[in-house]
């Protein structure tokens, strides 16, 4: 068993994440309208931020809070986040090297909510024998050898039972991050950098905007522009 429960591990990761941060990272608690949109049905459903908060606190381990903070804050894709190393992780630089599709290469700027918990976890938890690998197994024969993508498939099953919320794979957690993004104001040929997607068109699949998602970003936009209307001379 081990000592750090998720309240002291990153203590303000929860409410950070349905809040805005200085990178303008998470969820804005949703604004009150008049405006009665009607939503289209869903084909992929982001997970909900207390589906977040009921998944997240069922873990312990520093190393498992440290991967979960990634696909929730980084938006890798599970093979990316196995394959990290050791000195992929730059954090006096609050930088991650990934090595996406295609062996191709890109460097993804770290939220101070994932610093701290790969901080946390390199401190704490990760064996000094270990290899060049960044997550390793912690316990029995595999002790300090690379996690694999069956053992991070069977971690997220293990939660998904625990608490109840059937929806919490890898590749969903990769959706709701994309869907947090544009939510906080991030553009699309961003979010296509930051998912290591060669077409835009790929990062469109991720996204679901709704119609009431439309009139809050134009609202806020229009809210923000400082223009004088034009002097008509009669």
Do not use: C
Not at 192 to 218: C, E, F, R, S, W
């Amino acid at each position: 068993m081990f000592p750090n429960a998720p309240s002291q591990v990153a203590p303000g990761f929860q409410v950070t994440y349905w809040r805005r941060v200085p990178m303008g990272l998470g969820r804005q608690m949703p604004a009150l309208s008049r405006v009665r949109v009607k939503t289209p049905k869903r084909t992929i459903v982001p997970l909900s931020v207390e589906e977040v908060a009921r998944f997240w606190a069922s873990f312990r381990t520093s190393r498992d809070l440290a991967i979960v903070g990634l696909m929730l804050l980084q938006g890798l894709r599970s093979k990316e986040l196995v394959d990290l190393n050791r000195d992929d992780l730059l954090l006096p630089e609050a930088q991650l090297r990934v090595r996406g599709k295609g062996d191709k290469t890109r460097f993804l700027p770290l939220a101070p909510e994932a610093s701290q918990l790969l901080d946390h976890y390199l401190q704490t938890e990760r064996p000094q024998v270990s290899g060049a690998a960044l997550f390793v197994s912690l316990k029995g024969r595999a002790r300090g050898r690379r996690m694999t993508l069956a053992g991070l498939r069977s971690l997220f099953r293990h939660h998904r039972q625990t608490t109840g919320v059937k929806l919490a794979n890898p590749h969903r957690f990769r959706h709701t991050f994309a869907s947090d993004m544009v939510r906080a104001g991030v553009s699309l040929p961003a979010l296509m950098k930051l998912m290591g997607h060669a077409n835009i068109q790929t990062t469109l699949v991720y996204i679901d905007v709704t119609p009431l998602d439309v009139y809050q970003q134009y609202a806020r936009a229009v809210a923000q522009m400082v223009r004088r209307a034009p002097e008509i001379s009669l």
